[in-house]
């Protein structure tokens, strides 16, 4: 086996994941895990991850130094397996060594196994949008950007990662519906807690600070804050009366002395600094009151020392001035420098082109009595800071716990307000193999157009059915089609509910996908090559208890081969993998295929010609399509009229032969000809849209606006046809 030893060094997180000795597994860890820097020993093979260091940002680092130091054994204190203890002693060693400090936030070490979530490949990850789009790597338009209303930072975080890592824990998963589902059903409490979230600072990052010894004093009001919100958070959750929600507050640690001391020591909005002063209450400490008096005296003095002053010389605009440089200074406008008499003990120190600045022996000695009470001020205020801060860093542990505790607590009411939003069910979870979703929807596609106008399908899969060939024509919806039923697993094994009317499903263990076409050009493979191989990765991994996405395999390649190589897959997967596969195809002739492979059943996306023109239905039903509508796609794209007649007779050719003859190239006369023709009658044609919509039109029903905001329309859309 891989293992992977893992720390967050700002929120103190670290975990040990073990994986088959399989680099790609190993690879799609590290993309899922977001590393930046991998410390390998200098025995590690690193060609393992040559192409995968090639293309992301990450730093490699060698160590070997394996010894758990003494004060961090407690964090593996319930690991006995050596190679595991080995990887976090190579890790610790190699922080404390760059850090050069005592690490007192991270926490105890958690140990995952590969098997213990629903495994996503990076490939399905990308393919799926489950974190960022695959065009423009956005939030916007991915699964974690429609089911990111979280309250608090960390739980968007924790978000993320349950995205990348659904559970297969049937109990805990059944856990968390029953307590979206009584959020659901108290929508008071619900916001009452969204409310409450929104109070809560980033917990996670400022005991990182605080443990780093880099936390100011405005990161201590904002923890005091968040930690007052905690007794109200656990009042509404018990109130709920849910079970795991009771459990998941039963870890909240009492910290009210905490946040008494913080606040008693601390002003309301400190400065970010905490080595300039001006950070404790008046009150805290009776020492620090006293030089702030005196320090205050002192200023008075030099108040009436200025008054006094003006009053001796009869120099109006004398002023007392201080900068760090100088310190204390009498300052005179050159108008009236003349007034400056030898008998006042003025020591000249600067001349600017306006004024200039004196020194007079009593002034000298009260600023060496005023600056040194102010550095004593600033010099108590940063110990009796230090002192508080030490005092935050020894509940360290009991608030990371807290800080999980309500980045759980975040997610699932985040899913219980989409829920409530978009109409979702709470999913049944079945022992056998079936998976039944009626009234299906793609969440994230749905989201994006308008209310009521996505086309919501079903997807039956019996225990005796594995394949579910489906064949339709291009933009019909086959990928959506499968993507969804994705979404739906993965938001399901998250704990949330899904969108459908309703949806029984079993605990799938893996997720495999190949869909879209793509090439990768810094290693020289092409799109049919990276196509295969992702075919090959998931039939290498997959077990009975997979899901697979196969959208129209092998048609990178030749027809033929394409269609043998198709056949070949949907064999060995039928017969090797019996795990629940949707397979999409243009090559119909695949559909026979259900006639004598038993698990396999055919459906087929609607589509109907009206006029030459295609109409997508985007509805799912039993049985095959003989058609793909390739060339009304075509038309869709506004090919040239002449291109689209020239391709239905070649068409009509290959159908008569079946795909045997080699048509002969039309001359460029017959063409130039044809063109002509065309564009006769594409002049005839280009008004019919206006004339079809103006047929339509029910005079009785016409207000005269109505009327003349279809006239308008209809004269804008006449001028662009021009």
């Known amino acids: 086996t891989y293992v992977l030893a893992y720390s967050d060094l700002t929120t103190g997180e670290n975990l040990l994941v073990t994986l088959p000795k399989d680099a790609e597994l190993l690879a799609n860890e590290l993309m899922n895990l977001n590393v930046r820097e991998l410390i390998v020993s200098t025995q590690f093979h690193q060609r393992v991850l040559r192409n995968h260091l090639e293309s992301r940002p990450m730093t490699l680092s060698v160590a070997d130094d394996i010894n758990i130091p003494q004060f961090y054994r407690n964090l593996v204190a319930e ?54 789009t695959y065009r423009s790597q956005n939030k916007k338009g991915s699964l974690f950007g429609l089911l990111d209303v979280c309250g608090t930072a960390m739980g968007s975080r924790y978000l993320k990662q349950t995205i990348l890592r659904p559970l297969i824990d049937k109990n805990r998963i059944e856990s968390r519906y029953s307590l979206v589902e009584d959020l659901n059903d108290d929508f008071i409490a619900r916001e009452e807690i969204e409310s409450l979230l929104k109070q809560v600072y980033d917990l996670e990052r400022i005991i990182g600070r605080i443990s780093f010894g880099n936390a100011n004093a405005k990161d201590l009001i904002n923890l005091s804050r968040s930690l007052k919100v905690m007794p109200q958070v656990r009042e509404i959750v018990e109130s709920i009366h849910n079970d795991y929600g009771c459990e998941l507050v039963s870890k909240f640690s009492d910290l009210g002395d905490l946040c008494q001391l913080i606040d008693s020591a601390i002003i309301e909005n400190p400065p970010l600094s905490i080595k300039e002063g001006g950070i404790i209450k008046p009150g805290y400490s009776t020492e ?48 009236q420098i003349e007034l400056v008499k030898p008998e006042f003990g003025y020591e000249r120190k600067q001349t600017l082109s306006n004024s200039e600045r004196y020194i007079t022996e009593e002034l000298k000695a009260k600023e060496m009595l005023i600056l040194g009470s102010e550095e004593s001020q600033i010099q108590l205020e940063y110990e009796l800071f230090v002192v508080i801060r030490d005092r935050c860093r020894e509940q360290i542990e009991a608030m990371q716990t807290l800080a999980r505790v ?18 979702y069910v709470r999913p049944e979870l079945n022992q056998f193999r079936s998976v039944d979703v009626i009234g299906g929807r793609h969440a994230v596609v749905e989201s994006l157009l308008e209310k009521g106008t996505f086309v919501e399908n079903d997807l039956h899969m019996g225990d005796n059915t594995s394949i579910l060939l489906i064949t339709g024509p291009n933009m019909s919806g086959k990928s959506t089609y499968m993507r969804q039923l994705a979404l739906i697993v993965i938001m399901a094994q998250m704990g949330c509910f899904v969108p459908a009317t309703s949806v029984n499903l079993p605990v799938f263990d893996q997720i495999f996908t190949r869909i879209g076409a793509s090439d990768d050009l810094s290693t020289g493979k092409s799109t049919f090559m990276i196509e295969m191989l992702e075919v090959n990765y998931a039939l ?10 196969f959208d129209e395999i092998g048609r990178g390649t030749a027809t033929y081969d394409g269609m043998a190589l198709a056949q070949a897959i949907i064999e060995y997967t039928h017969h090797k993998l019996t795990c629940k596969t949707l397979f999409s195809t243009h090559y119909h002739e695949l559909t026979f295929l259900e006639d004598d492979l038993k698990s396999l059943h055919n459906v087929h996306v609607r589509a109907k010609e009206e006029k030459g023109s295609i109409v997508f239905l985007h509805k799912v039903a039993d049985g095959p399509t003989d058609r793909s509508y390739g ?60 004339l079809e919509q103006l047929k339509e039109i029910d005079i009785n029903d016409l207000t005269p606006l109505k009327a003349m905001n279809i006239l308008a329309e209809t004269v804008e859309a006449i001028k662009k046809l021009k």
Do not use: C
């Not at 050069?100 to 490939?123: A, G, P, T």
């Not at 980045?407 to 978009?422: H, K, P, R």
């Not at 007649?645 to 045997?660: C, D, F, M, P, V």
């Open 79 to 132: 690991i006995y397996e050596k190679s595991l203890l080995e990887a976090f002693g190579r890790l610790i060693n190699y922080l404390l060594k760059t850090k050069k400090r005592e690490l007192m936030h991270l926490q105890k070490v958690q140990v995952f196994e590969s098997s213990q979530y629903l495994r996503i490949d990076n490939n399905s990850k990308r393919n799926l949008e489950l974190t960022e």
């Open 288 to 335: 620090l009151d006293e030089i702030k008096s005196n320090h205050f005296d002192a200023k008075q003095w030099i108040e009436k020392f200025e008054s006094d002053e003006r009053e001796r010389t009869g120099i109006k605009k004398l002023r007392i001035g201080y900068n760090r440089v100088f310190g204390y200074y009498i300052e005179v406008t050159k108008s």
């Open 406 to 423: 309500i980045a759980e607590i975040d997610m699932l009411t985040a899913f219980s307000s989409v829920s409530i939003q978009n109409r």
């Open 540 to 549: 290498q991994n997959a077990t009975s208890n997979s899901l697979i996405l």
């Open 631 to 690: 060339i009304h796609v075509a038309k869709l794209a506004k090919l040239p009229l002449s291109l689209i007649r020239r391709s239905q007779a070649i068409l009509e050719t290959l159908e008569k032969n079946h795909g045997y003859n080699v048509i002969k190239p039309q001359t460029i006369d017959l063409f130039n000809y044809e063109i002509a023709e065309v564009e006769d009658e594409i002049e005839n044609e280009k008004y019919e849209s206006i």
